[in-house]
């Protein structure tokens, strides 16, 4: 494991204080902190509006962050990217942290865990979500990380893999350009942060509507999310769409299916799949189903 | 224009009176044959399950088929390929005939417009669906090979280009991978023989979903029909999937939508389309929307 810049500015200073603005209270008494699922390939040239959304939801010039690219295959890479930028856009450079787990002893350092205690915005980069999952799923940081986004304090970004990892459940893996079949997709467990949701990224441009309606036969609700696009999910459920391309909500709460796990490779009937395609600016609650 | 195996063949013989075995009447009295779209690549080697479906529904031994690769480039070399395939089934060789027409005048040629007359089975084959539309598009050909069939005198099909063809409208011209925007599809005229239905093929094999989502955007109900499978559309409007693939019906009728169509480029919001994936031996009723 390496925290960059280094270990010596965990804890400093008063970050606590900065809630971000994004934490709110709905009816049902949640206070967890936003969560924001991207697409892939946000902009980081530009604009970066979903990057500076993120930036601000976690606290802005106050903010204390936490890049973690355990999903990559060349995070001593791409942590230092991200870093980069948050500090471009105003984060003090002792408080944008590069947090580089590679395997769950990693995810159990005390200074791994000191580090999350004082965060305002984790960001999980891009990469195999499988290996993201492995690397943290169950770990005591993972277990800290959530109890502090379910309390507010810290919103939770991202992107492609990252994107992927943060439902209870995951696609794992996927196949495009095939007739729909149960064994196009494989489920499996995610990172825990949003419930009932599987999230697929790189969507319309990586064709994966089909392995998102087969993760559907199994699961009620899906979202796909497109390149240089993000889903940000408030603790009332409403998803507020941000970035370029479409968000789409695969809604099967109605669906009748005559999938079986028996027989992987045979195409199957789906029937009353609702689909909504929400681009820029779009609010949707994802309790009632419905535009906000 | 070329017709083979000759044009002496035209009219022989009594294949006037084996109607296909699929015609049938509905409640509101349509009288009109099966029609075919299939979605492209259909086996031509082994069980031949779709092309012996429409031989079958064409009168089989019986049968007076006239193939129409007008969408294909090299319509010399496709028509006698599917010519040779009815030929096997048992279909004499003097009633399988190529029309190899070109042009709108060689649409208007007697001897064209004879060859139809008589018979129970029309084949168009894949290629360019444009070309075939310019080709045929409102000659004196169509529309008496329409009235043929909507007399219940000659089963229709249509593979790849030649299914997209079979709507009024179709999709001239689409672009996968990207998000959805309503410049992504291009709808034009199509043959005429189902209305109000926008057929696509190669569906599922080549990620064309959200093309169609597109396409349901200004038009209701979209059919996509995978490689290897077909969606026969009987009189009743109730469709039979045939073959190795699903067919997709997005249904459009309570879609709210902001499409417009001033700006091409810019991602849009679509809500409330119903999906159903149909596999192999399901049976759907394209007016109410169920399950039959």
Redesign the interface.
């Known amino acids: 494991m390496s925290i960059h810049p280094s270990v010596a500015a965990i804890g400093a200073g008063d970050v606590e204080l900065h809630q971000p603005p994004s934490t709110k209270r709905d009816g049902r008494g949640s206070s967890r902190a936003v969560a924001i699922a991207i697409g892939g390939a946000e902009d980081k040239e530009g604009d970066k509006t979903i990057l500076r959304d993120f930036w601000q939801r976690a606290g802005g010039e106050h903010s204390d962050i936490v890049v973690i690219p355990a999903a990559s295959g060349i995070p001593e890479t791409i942590g230092p990217v991200y870093r980069n930028l948050f500090i471009e856009m105003g984060t003090a450079a002792d408080a944008v942290r590069v947090l580089d787990i590679r395997n769950p002893f990693d995810a159990c350092n005390p200074a791994a865990l000191e580090l999350v205690k004082h965060s305002t915005g984790i960001y999980f980069t891009g990469g195999d979500q499988e290996r993201l999952a492995e690397v943290l799923g169950g770990t005591e940081l993972m277990q800290q990380l959530r109890q502090r986004w379910l309390q507010g304090k810290t919103t939770v970004a991202g992107t492609s893999a990252g994107a992927s990892a943060l439902g209870h459940q995951m696609i794992a893996r996927g196949y495009?350009?095939?007739?729909?079949t149960p064994g196009i997709v494989t489920v499996k467990a995610g990172l825990g942060f949003l419930a009932g949701v599987i999230v697929d990224q790189h969507f319309?441009?990586?064709?994966r509507?089909?392995r998102l309606?087969t993760a559907v036969a199994h699961r009620p609700d899906c979202i796909g999310i497109?390149?240089d696009?993000a889903a940000a999910i408030g603790p009332d459920d409403t998803l507020e769409v941000i970035g370029?391309?479409?968000v789409t909500i695969v809604d099967g709460r109605t669906l009748r299916s005559n999938v079986t796990e028996v027989d992987l490779d045979?195409?199957?009937?789906?029937?009353?799949?609702?689909?909504?395609?929400?681009?820029?600016g779009?609010r949707f609650c994802l309790t009632t189903r419905a535009?906000v």
Do not use: M, Q, W, Y
């Open positions: 495009s350009g095939e007739s729909p319309h441009n990586r064709n509507l089909i309606l497109d390149e696009t370029a391309g479409t045979r195409p199957f009937n789906l029937h009353d799949v609702k689909l909504h395609l929400l681009a820029a779009s535009v």
